[in-house]
């Protein structure tokens, strides 16, 4: 698992599976371990090759290769995404760094309708990390594939200097496969559409909040971290023509809400009153000024619906584990085109602007 | 959510607002524009604008917000000579994530912290003192502000840090202090104020008490205010009630928390600490005497200005900011020249739109800027300031 410094012994590798896999002695990673020599053969072998475990992967190119008859079997377009993950610290209540690289990647997938297949996986790993912080991210990232129904493919390994980086880093790209039919796009919200969530919002930034321990709050509030490809999938067998779909994540409720504003040229009022929203998560955000439409997701969709099929799609996220708490959460309007807005429980309006400066760094 | 939710409760809040009207109807005083009532604190003008609070009153009554945003009303001066502080060698700079933001003639902490000084936030001053103690190799200073709120913690940790002989701590002390601010408003020539909401938690350590001048010598009403918006609305229904029959007088409606005489254990903590400077430069009022707060010459080995000698650098505000103006209830904040233009809150060129309790980063965070700009555009006229009684 590498841009194969390995040279041609990857290719013997994959031509003789039943060659026992070397295995990784150190404690921790050394600069050794990402130099191309032994070293790096034990950590990928050991630690990524036998957790991963499929035949692609396993092969050891430079590259996966996949039949295109088993994509286009699937859909008519190819959905393809990236993104790198640096969530500080590795592990929190309710996910870690491994299942958020994997979720966020297939999620990011799902809101454009596609069916996640694939990953890639990069790591960057900081010189002095134990080797069995790295296990058990990677045994993470496994069993949230497992979950998700993808399988990671290829990937590359690199190990900089202490200080360099901080523990460890991860990229993932994803590919997918987009029905044909499906035509979701930022643009399309209409006036009259509804707007909806599929559950409590900002609990990945709150459990993340919690999990740096700098308040000492007695909480138990857990990362939303889950895959949402399902859910879009029963959402759209529901009521296919759902105008737009974007997971909330850094930036919250509040960021989708006002791109789609932006992007459609209409307005979107949202109703504080039935916005999922947990109690421990509404008192974190009391507490420390936080704005909970604000607040990171790793679970969360929005989704513009035309008022005909809103009830149908709120049905089928409700019958979903991970939509069970949906909700209609506002509408779309003419007036404020490019404009969010919230009427409060008390029936005060204010804009919801998308947040400005430093909120949560690291937070995914 | 147990002591939230009550105070939220939207048919109570109906009940307060239809009382508010009622009274409001009766104080009607054609041709001399609506009554204003100025919130001081920033506590309070973000729950109005959370909640829409504004909306809710009838256009007879107008609220002003007032300078009680402690990062707002900070000069530009004040931020270099801290930025100076913190790009000493050896210095970890610590202070509320707030503070970190306000921008100086160079740019903010911030940015010096992306130019490679020690710049680290912390939610109390303990944590600094716990830094100074880890370590002991480098100075630790903290960046301290606030109004009575937070003294009483900043000097509780001087307090601890000397108990504890910690000789790496000292403060870059910015306290302010409330009740100058609120006489200085009032003897504004162009003062336009009918009432005031007292900042809550101020009075929870100072007590109601403080405000008697406000009614005595100035005859205003003043009630101390907690946060919540049905505290609010209370609040400026008890105001009208005054304004109505002709009183004024210090009422406290935020009775659970503010007993008249305020906390003694935290003014002696502040009494045995601080003292009073001669005299404070704001960010948008000008210099106000007696509002600054520093340190006893008994604990001037904590106070980083005496250690490491600062240059107190002066610098004017800029010339279009009209955060005066805005402050004292003048003009509206939308009315302002630059405001939604050159000063937003990303590049902040006034005090108010620093942070998210300054008025102009209020309403442009929580209202529809470019209606207000066009509104600006188009009728700037408004209502003559009444004439203030004497």
């Given at each position: 698992?590498?841009?194969?410094?390995?040279?041609?012994?990857?290719?013997?590798?994959?031509?003789?599976?039943?060659?026992?896999?070397?295995?990784?002695?150190?404690?921790?990673?050394?600069?050794?371990?990402?130099?191309?020599?032994?070293?790096?053969?034990?950590?990928?072998?050991?630690?990524?090759?036998?957790?991963?475990d499929?035949?692609?992967?396993?092969?050891?190119?430079?590259?996966?290769?996949?039949?295109?008859?088993?994509?286009?079997?699937?859909?008519?377009?190819?959905?393809?995404?990236?993104?790198?993950y640096?969530?500080d610290?590795?592990?929190?209540?309710?996910?870690?760094?491994?299942?958020?690289?994997?979720?966020g990647?297939?999620?990011?997938?799902?809101?454009?309708?596609?069916?996640?297949?694939?990953?890639?996986?990069?790591?960057?790993?900081?010189?002095?990390?134990?080797?069995?912080?790295?296990?058990?991210?990677?045994?993470?990232?496994?069993?949230?594939?497992?979950?998700?129904?993808?399988?990671?493919?290829?990937?590359?390994t690199?190990?900089?200097?202490?200080?360099?980086?901080?523990?460890?880093?991860?990229?993932?790209?994803?590919?997918?496969?987009?029905?044909?039919?499906?035509?979701?796009?930022?643009?399309?919200?209409?006036?009259?559409?509804?707007?909806?969530?599929?559950?409590?919002?900002?609990?990945?930034?709150?459990?993340?909040?919690?999990?740096?321990?700098?308040?000492?709050?007695?909480?138990?509030?857990?990362?939303?971290?889950?895959?949402?490809?399902?859910?879009?999938?029963?959402?759209?067998?529901?009521?296919?023509?759902?105008?737009?779909?974007?997971?909330?994540?850094?930036?919250?409720?509040?960021?989708?809400?006002?791109?789609?504003?932006?992007?459609?040229?209409?307005?979107?009022?949202?109703?504080?009153?039935?916005?999922?929203?947990?109690?421990?998560?509404?008192?974190?955000?009391?507490?420390?000024?936080?704005?909970?439409?604000?607040?990171?997701?790793?679970?969360?969709l929005?989704?513009?619906?035309?008022?005909?099929?809103?009830?149908?799609?709120?049905?089928?996220?409700?019958?979903?584990?991970?939509?069970?708490?949906?909700?209609?959460?506002?509408?779309?309007?003419?007036?404020?085109?490019?404009?969010?807005?919230?009427?409060?429980?008390?029936?005060?309006?204010?804009?919801?602007?998308?947040?400005?400066?430093?909120?949560?760094?690291?937070?995914? | 959510?147990?002591?939230v939710?009550?105070?939220?409760?939207?048919?109570?809040?109906?009940?307060?607002?239809?009382?508010?009207?009622?009274?409001?109807?009766?104080?009607?005083?054609?041709?001399?524009?609506?009554?204003?009532?100025?919130?001081?604190?920033?506590?309070?003008?973000?729950?109005?604008?959370?909640?829409?609070?504004?909306?809710l009153?009838?256009?007879?009554?107008?609220?002003?917000?007032?300078?009680?945003?402690?990062?707002?009303?900070?000069?530009?001066?004040?931020v270099?000579d801290?930025?100076?502080?913190?790009?000493?060698?050896?210095?970890?700079?610590?202070?509320?994530?707030?503070?970190?933001?306000?921008?100086?003639?160079?740019?903010?902490?911030?940015?010096?912290?992306?130019?490679?000084?020690?710049?680290?936030?912390?939610?109390?001053?303990?944590d600094?003192?716990?830094?100074?103690?880890?370590?002991?190799?480098?100075?630790?200073?903290?960046?301290?502000?606030?109004?009575?709120?937070t003294?009483?913690?900043?000097?509780?940790?001087?307090?601890?840090?000397?108990?504890?002989?910690?000789?790496?701590?000292?403060?870059?002390?910015?306290?302010?202090?409330?009740?100058?601010?609120?006489?200085?408003?009032?003897?504004?020539?162009?003062?336009?104020?009918?009432?005031?909401?007292?900042?809550?938690?101020?009075?929870?350590?100072?007590?109601?008490?403080?405000?008697?001048?406000?009614?005595?010598?100035?005859?205003?009403?003043?009630?101390?205010?907690?946060?919540?918006?049905?505290?609010?609305?209370?609040?400026?229904?008890?105001?009208?009630?005054?304004?109505?029959?002709g009183?004024?007088?210090?009422?406290?409606?935020?009775?659970?928390?503010?007993r008249?005489?305020?906390?003694?254990?935290?003014?002696?903590?502040?009494?045995?600490?601080?003292?009073?400077?001669?005299?404070?430069?704001?960010?948008?009022?000008?210099?106000i005497?007696?509002?600054?707060?520093?340190?006893?010459?008994?604990?001037?080995?904590?106070?980083?200005?005496?250690?490491?000698?600062?240059?107190?650098?002066?610098?004017?505000?800029?010339?279009?900011?009209?955060?005066?103006?805005?402050?004292?209830?003048?003009?509206?904040?939308?009315?302002?020249?630059?405001?939604?233009?050159?000063?937003t809150?990303?590049?902040?060129?006034?005090?108010?739109?620093?942070?998210?309790?300054?008025?102009?980063?209020?309403?442009?965070?929580?209202?529809?800027?470019?209606?207000?700009?066009?509104?600006?555009?188009?009728?700037?006229?408004?209502?003559?300031?009444?004439?203030?009684?004497?």
């Amino acid at each position: 698992m590498s841009q194969a410094p390995i040279g041609n012994g990857a290719a013997s590798l994959a031509r003789a599976p039943e060659r026992r896999r070397s295995k990784l002695g150190a404690k921790t990673i050394a600069l050794a371990h990402g130099s191309g020599g032994k070293g790096m053969r034990d950590l990928i072998e050991d630690v990524l090759v036998g957790a991963f475990d499929n035949p692609l992967l396993a092969a050891l190119e430079d590259q996966a290769t996949i039949e295109l008859a088993s994509l286009t079997a699937r859909g008519d377009r190819l959905a393809l995404t990236t993104d790198s993950y640096v969530v500080d610290p590795l592990f929190f209540p309710g996910g870690d760094i491994g299942k958020l690289a994997v979720n966020g990647t297939v999620n990011d997938l799902a809101v454009g309708g596609a069916t996640p297949l694939y990953l890639t996986c990069g790591l960057i790993l900081e010189e002095g990390l134990e080797v069995e912080v790295l296990r058990r991210v990677v045994q993470s990232m496994r069993a949230a594939a497992d979950e998700a129904g993808v399988k990671i493919v290829t990937g590359d390994t690199k190990v900089v200097g202490r200080g360099a980086a901080d523990q460890l880093f991860i990229n993932t790209a994803g590919v997918g496969v987009v029905r044909a039919g499906v035509r979701l796009g930022a643009h399309r919200a209409a006036p009259g559409d509804h707007v909806l969530t599929n559950g409590f919002i900002g609990d990945h930034g709150a459990a993340i909040v919690d999990a740096r321990g700098q308040f000492a709050l007695d909480n138990h509030i857990l990362s939303d971290c889950q895959p949402l490809h399902g859910l879009v999938q029963a959402m759209l067998a529901a009521y296919p023509d759902i105008h737009c779909l974007r997971d909330a994540t850094r930036g919250g409720i509040a960021s989708v809400a006002n791109e789609f504003a932006e992007q459609s040229r209409v307005g979107i009022r949202l109703d504080e009153a039935s916005i999922p929203l947990r109690d421990e998560v509404r008192g974190m955000c009391e507490l420390l000024g936080l704005d909970p439409l604000h607040l990171a997701n790793e679970g969360k969709l929005v989704a513009i619906v035309p008022p005909e099929g809103s009830d149908a799609v709120l049905r089928a996220m409700r019958a979903h584990p991970a939509g069970t708490d949906g909700a209609i959460i506002g509408e779309v309007i003419v007036q404020r085109p490019g404009r969010v807005t919230l009427r409060s429980v008390l029936g005060g309006e204010r804009v919801v602007d998308v947040p400005f400066g430093e909120q949560l760094p690291r937070i995914c | 959510m147990k002591y939230v939710d009550e105070f939220r409760d939207p048919a109570k809040a109906r009940a307060l607002v239809a009382s508010i009207e009622r009274l409001a109807l009766r104080l009607a005083r054609p041709g001399r524009g609506p009554i204003q009532l100025m919130e001081f604190c920033g506590g309070h003008t973000h729950t109005i604008f959370r909640f829409g609070l504004s909306q809710l009153l009838p256009p007879s009554v107008e609220l002003v917000h007032g300078p009680g945003c402690p990062v707002c009303v900070l000069p530009m001066g004040r931020v270099d000579d801290c930025i100076a502080l913190a790009e000493r060698s050896g210095v970890i700079l610590t202070s509320f994530g707030d503070a970190l933001r306000v921008p100086g003639s160079q740019g903010s902490l911030l940015a010096a912290r992306a130019r490679g000084a020690d710049v680290r936030i912390v939610y109390s001053p303990l944590d600094a003192l716990a830094l100074a103690r880890q370590h002991p190799e480098r100075e630790v200073i903290f960046f301290a502000l606030g109004f009575e709120t937070t003294m009483p913690s900043t000097a509780l940790t001087v307090l601890e840090a000397e108990r504890g002989g910690v000789e790496n701590f000292s403060l870059f002390c910015n306290h302010i202090t409330t009740l100058p601010t609120i006489k200085a408003i009032l003897d504004s020539p162009d003062m336009a104020i009918d009432g005031f909401l007292a900042p809550g938690h101020v009075s929870m350590v100072i007590g109601a008490r403080p405000f008697d001048f406000v009614a005595e010598r100035y005859r205003r009403p003043i009630v101390v205010t907690g946060f919540e918006p049905l505290d609010i609305l209370q609040s400026i229904w008890m105001l009208l009630e005054q304004i109505a029959s002709g009183r004024a007088e210090v009422e406290n409606q935020y009775a659970r928390a503010v007993r008249s005489e305020g906390n003694a254990v935290a003014l002696e903590a502040i009494g045995q600490v601080f003292q009073l400077r001669e005299f404070f430069e704001w960010r948008g009022l000008g210099s106000i005497d007696h509002s600054g707060i520093q340190l006893r010459d008994a604990y001037a080995r904590f106070d980083a200005e005496r250690k490491f000698g600062v240059k107190q650098l002066k610098i004017a505000d800029p010339k279009t900011c009209q955060c005066g103006e805005v402050l004292k209830g003048v003009l509206r904040p939308w009315e302002c020249k630059v405001f939604g233009g050159a000063c937003t809150p990303e590049t902040p060129l006034g005090a108010l739109m620093v942070s998210s309790e300054g008025a102009c980063a209020a309403y442009y965070k929580f209202v529809d800027v470019e209606q207000l700009i066009r509104r600006r555009r188009g009728d700037v006229c408004r209502a003559e300031p009444e004439k203030v009684a004497p």
